[in-house]
């Protein structure tokens, strides 16, 4: 029996969802610059422009271990202002059968408490055996590069 678990994280926004969603969307190579001591590199190696079916490569640091690995592009929705991603060349197809990540950004306006816009990162993955702990490690990557983007953003 195939068991697809997933674990989230949402991070508040103090910038515009537009920017941080076009950040995402348009120029995610520009990750290297932001981060550069998590990135090395990010190419788009398949596809046109960052949009569904195209494949990117990302060399990355994730905790003690240098990583190469591919991520195809799979759904793309703007109006929605979401992007999923699937693992498919690299080193979480040793852990996971599936891996895939789902960044949104939720424009919930302004109240007279606080502002309601965030990002959300949804990580869903099958595990390749049991001895495989969950992805938190994405998902803590992924929370810090939306923390950094907005922070960028709310600066500028």
Request: proline share 3%; hydrophobic share 40%.
């Given at each position: 029996?195939?068991?697809?678990?997933?674990?989230?994280?949402?991070?508040?926004?103090?910038?515009?969802?537009?920017?941080?969603?076009?950040?995402?969307?348009?120029?995610?190579?520009?990750?290297?610059?932001?981060?550069?001591?998590?990135y090395?590199?990010?190419?788009?190696?398949?596809?046109?422009?960052?949009?569904?079916?195209?494949?990117?490569?990302?060399?990355?640091?994730?905790?003690?271990?240098?990583?190469?690995?591919?991520?195809?592009?799979?759904?793309?929705?703007?109006?929605?202002?979401?992007?999923?991603?699937?693992?498919?060349?690299?080193?979480?197809?040793?852990?996971?059968?599936?891996?895939?990540?789902?960044?949104?950004?939720?424009n919930?306006?302004?109240?007279?408490?606080?502002?309601?816009?965030?990002?959300?990162?949804?990580?869903?993955?099958?595990?390749?055996?049991?001895?495989?702990?969950?992805?938190?490690?994405?998902?803590?990557?992924?929370?810090?590069?939306?923390?950094?983007?907005?922070a960028?953003?709310?600066?500028?």
């Amino acid at each position: 029996m195939v068991q697809t678990d997933s674990i989230w994280v949402k991070v508040d926004l103090k910038s515009s969802p537009e920017k941080v969603y076009g950040f995402f969307r348009n120029h995610l190579g520009d990750l290297v610059g932001l981060f550069p001591e998590t990135y090395q590199s990010i190419q788009l190696v398949e596809g046109q422009r960052l949009s569904s079916g195209s494949v990117v490569q990302f060399k990355f640091q994730l905790g003690d271990e240098l990583r190469a690995e591919k991520w195809a592009i799979r759904v793309v929705d703007d109006a929605k202002k979401y992007i999923i991603y699937e693992a498919v060349e690299g080193d979480p197809l040793k852990e996971f059968k599936v891996l895939r990540a789902k960044f949104e950004v939720v424009n919930g306006g302004l109240s007279k408490v606080r502002r309601g816009n965030f990002t959300k990162w949804t990580v869903e993955f099958e595990k390749a055996n049991q001895n495989v702990a969950s992805p938190q490690n994405y998902l803590e990557l992924f929370a810090k590069i939306s923390k950094g983007v907005d922070a960028y953003f709310s600066r500028n």
